[in-house]
T-cell receptor, first 108, second 115 residues
């Protein structure tokens, strides 16, 4: 099955900094989802995108559906310690495919 | 509260033993899914079901079996044929099996360990 290229694999940032991560695919998707997963827990849906070019925010999080429909971006502004976790993307055409995750560490 | 529940949280399997992971949802979702998560890899689809009494193999179905006798329940059995079962197993559901608007919600997961 297809897996998405997600980058960076890990990030270490200072509290208050902004964060950017992205996912790319060789296939066109009609849906992009972004999740956050804490260790030993199930992923929690953060943002869902359904249209090329769509830009959606959820608090300090903003995600965009790339215009080529082959990529998506997630930005976190003014990071705080509770942002720590693994963020991963999911894209869908006939079924969902998942990125390998970006591990975020926020240093107080 | 509405949501997806998985049990148990941790499960230990002996060699040659079948074990069953439970997944229940009270969201009235049509579709349910089982994924396997291994370190450093994206989620991989084991089985999915779009309606009751119907299910389809995903990318890594060998050594697993499922049933969907009720809309709310989608148990996964890890059989002795699955030679590398140690992983974190995630159940998910979607409101509709098809259509343009698709979102998946996940349960809390079950960690399976082989003794």
């Amino acid at each position: 099955g297809q897996q998405l290229n997600q980058s960076p694999q890990s990030m270490f940032i200072q509290e208050g900094e902004d964060v950017s991560m992205n996912c790319t695919s060789s296939s066109i998707f009609n849906t992009w989802l972004w999740y956050k997963q804490d260790p030993g827990e199930g992923p929690v849906l953060l943002i869902a995108l359904y249209k090329a070019g769509e830009l959606t925010s959820n608090g300090r999080l903003t995600a965009q559906f790339g215009t080529t429909r082959k990529d998506s971006f997630l930005n976190i502004s003014a990071s705080i310690p509770s942002d720590v976790g693994i963020y991963f993307c999911a894209g869908r055409h006939s079924q969902f495919y998942f990125g390998t995750g970006t591990s975020l560490t926020v240093i107080p | 509260d509405g949501g997806i529940t998985q049990s148990p949280k941790y499960l230990f399997r002996k060699e040659g033993q079948n074990v069953t992971l439970s997944c229940e949802q009270n969201l009235n979702h049509d579709a349910m899914y089982w994924y396997r998560q291994d370190p450093g890899q994206g989620l991989r689809l084991i089985y999915y079901s779009q309606i009751v009494n119907d299910f389809q193999k995903g990318d890594i179905a060998e050594g697993y079996s499922v049933s969907r006798e009720k809309k709310e329940s989608f148990p996964l059995t890890v059989t002795s044929a699955q030679k590398n079962p140690t992983a974190f197993y995630l159940c998910a559901s979607s409101p509709q099996a098809g259509g343009p608007i698709q979102t998946q919600y996940f349960g809390p997961g079950t960690r399976l360990l082989v003794l």
